[in-house]
C-alpha cells in the first residue's frame, strides 16, 4: 500500500509540475509516463496480493515473503526507469513478471500439496 501512495503522490507531483488538472491523463510525456506507470503498477496489485496470499497460506511464508519483497522492489525499478524512459521500464517489467509467475506456481504447488494429501 505505501507503494500506490508513493506512486499516486508522484502522479499528484507530476500534475502540479506541468499544470495537467484531473480528470486530464495527457499532456506533458514526462507527466505521461509517470501517470502510466501508476496505472500500470496499481492495475497489477490485486493480482500480486492474491498470489502472494494465497502462497503464503498453502505453500511457505518465508519464501513467499522474499518474493513479495523482491516482487514489491521489481516494481519500483519498473516505476523509476518508466518516469526516465519508456524502454526504463523493460527490465524489470520482466522481472517482476517472472516473479509473478513464480509466485503463481508456489501458490498451485501449495494447493495441490494441500488438497491431494492423502
Known sequence: VLFL???AMQVISARRKYEISPPE???H???ERIFRAQANCSEYYPIFISLLWV???FFHQGVT???GLLYLYTRLKYFQGYTVAAQ???APLY???WLLWLLLGLALAG???HFLRP
Open 88 to 90: 526504463g521500464r523493460l
Open 95 to 97: 522481472a517482476s513478471a
Open 5 to 7: 501512495a508513493y506512486f
Open 111 to 113: 494447493l495441490l500439496a
Open 25 to 27: 491523463t495527457t499532456g
Open 65 to 67: 515473503a522474499a518474493c
Open 29 to 31: 510525456p514526462e507527466f
Open 55 to 57: 502462497a503464503g497460506i
